[in-house]
T-cell receptor
């Protein structure tokens, strides 16, 4: 079977740093993606990791450890607009198909 | 177009009826994906098109669901004999280079079966 686990909710204050973890068990693995989704909106692509290590894009960074089947999304200098759901997603093959986790709801407080 | 367009944005239908959901991808994107998202869940894969052909339809839940992309651009997801359990947001996404460069999702069609 295929499964991804991430925390259901995370709360942090404006200006802080938050880490959202994702562990996965899939029959194949090509890479780990992260998507952000605001209430009522479309998911938007944040990052993709195919190799071990840290990828940084502005305030957001994503990490992957293939040997541990684990990754995380790091959000720095949190802003109120970062309040949203964050999904990790595994590419089990090279077709572009994604298997999504259940999502983590991030609430940023003033 | 500039983004992925999905119509209608909302659809309410009676149990047992037939519905069609349309997706207009970003111009030039050869890969097109349909996902279904229930409240509080992540998107669930339904089907993937590369050009005109369905390259992977392993996520279609049963034979009431069917999708086409006859000219390699617009795609239609068709649901026959709708059931209340089909109620969800149906998301379409397109991509030019695969998941590693990210999908662009449309805003979805919210389907409610009453």
């Amino acid at each position: 079977g295929q499964s991804l686990e991430q925390p259901s909710e995370v709360t942090a204050v404006e200006g802080a740093i938050v880490q959202i973890n994702c562990t996965y068990q899939t029959s194949g693995f090509y890479g780990l993606s992260w998507y952000q989704q605001h209430d009522g909106g479309a998911p938007t692509f944040l990052s993709y990791n195919a190799l071990d290590g840290l990828e940084e894009t502005g305030r957001f960074s994503s990490f992957l450890s293939r040997s541990d089947s684990y990754g995380y999304l790091l959000l720095q200098e949190l802003q109120m607009k970062d309040s949203a759901s964050y999904f990790c997603a595994v590419s089990p093959g090279n077709t572009g198909k994604l298997i999504f986790g259940q999502g983590t709801t991030l609430q940023v407080k003033p | 177009g500039a983004g992925v367009s999905q119509t209608p944005s909302n659809k309410v239908t009676e149990k047992g009826k037939y519905v069609e959901l349309r997706c207009d991808p970003i111009s030039g994107h050869t890969a097109l994906y349909w996902y279904r998202q229930s409240l509080g869940q992540g998107p669930e894969f339904l089907i993937y098109f590369q050009g005109t052909g369905a390259a992977d339809d392993s996520g279609l839940p049963n034979d009431r669901f069917f999708a086409v992309r006859p000219e390699g651009s617009v795609s239609t997801l068709k649901i026959q004999r709708t059931e209340r359990g089909d109620s969800a947001v149906y998301l379409c996404a397109s991509s030019s280079q695969g998941a590693n460069y990210g999908y662009t999702f449309g805003s979805g069609t919210r389907l409610t079966v009453v």
